[in-house]
T-cell receptor, first 114, second 115 residues
Framework: EAGVTQFPSHSVIEKGQTVTLRCDPISGHDNLYWYRRVMGKEIKFLLHFVKESKQDESGMPNNRFLAERTGGTYSTLKVQPAELEDSGVYFC????????????FGPGTRLTVL | KNQVEQSPQSLIILEGKNCTLQCNYTVSPFSNLRWYKQDTGRGPVSLTIMTFSENTKSNGRYTATLDADTKQSSLHITASQLSDSASYICVVSARGNTGFQKLVFGTGTRLLVSP
């Protein structure tokens, strides 16, 4: 079974530019989560999809961040325009609906905003 | 405020030795507690999961304990191997109003096993 995949693995952009991160969850997993870890801090929750619906987006920092999951499969997280403080590692995780507890994480996308 | 604190921040031990990592939490309402292992450049991988009523859970050389009264957990690694070098993250799950869980992460303990 393929795990959670994320693309790209690294992204370096300049302040003010736009970046789109992609996450492909484990096939059949209805729950998809986005998390972020900034330098020296703990991983923090951003938002949670159940299929194509946003269940909880209370962790999204501001309206420069837009997450979508059209069709309930893969998800994208767009940052527009990017700011210096957006730098960090963005993790995606997925879990099965009935066993919602165990989340399987992707390798993360390291975003650097210069 | 939901919070998870871990100690030590980092640890170096010799191969073959044992070690214990600590986790204190203030998360409510508590659902479960997990220990994750995160290798460099990879996402976290779940090692153990414990609910309120469980005191201990083992996974090979990893043994986790939970004291729900004092809100403390520990992860004990026996006979360490070089491959145990990683960050170990304590993650407490809070049950939200919608019934879905929200994970609260500690900052992790970075373990280095030296030959």
């Amino acid at each position: 079974e393929a795990g959670v995949t994320q693309f790209p693995s690294h992204s370096v952009i300049e302040k003010g530019q736009t970046v789109t991160l992609r996450c492909d969850p484990i096939s059949g997993h209805d729950n998809l989560y986005w998390y972020r870890r900034v330098m020296g801090k703990e991983i923090k929750f951003l938002l949670h999809f159940v299929k194509e619906s946003k269940q909880d987006e209370s962790g999204m920092p501001n309206n420069r961040f837009l997450a979508e999951r059209t069709g309930g499969t893969y998800s994208t997280l767009k940052v527009q325009p990017a700011e210096l403080e957006d730098s960090g590692v963005y993790f995606c995780a997925s879990s099965h609906m009935y066993r919602e507890g165990t989340q399987y994480f992707g390798p993360g996308t390291r975003l650097t905003v210069l | 405020k939901n919070q998870v604190e871990q100690s030590p921040q980092s640890l170096i031990i010799l191969e073959g030795k044992n070690c214990t990592l600590q986790c204190n939490y203030t998360v409510s309402p508590f659902s479960n507690l997990r220990w994750y292992k995160q290798d460099t450049g990879r996402g976290p991988v779940s090692l153990t999961i414990m609910t309120f009523s469980e005191n201990t859970k083992s996974n090979g050389r990893y043994t986790a304990t939970l004291d729900a009264d004092t809100k403390q957990s520990s992860l004990h690694i026996t006979a360490s191997q070089l491959s145990d070098s990683a960050s170990y993250i304590c993650v407490v799950s809070a049950r939200g109003n919608t019934g879905f869980q929200k994970l609260v992460f500690g900052t992790g303990t970075r373990l280095l096993v030296s030959p």
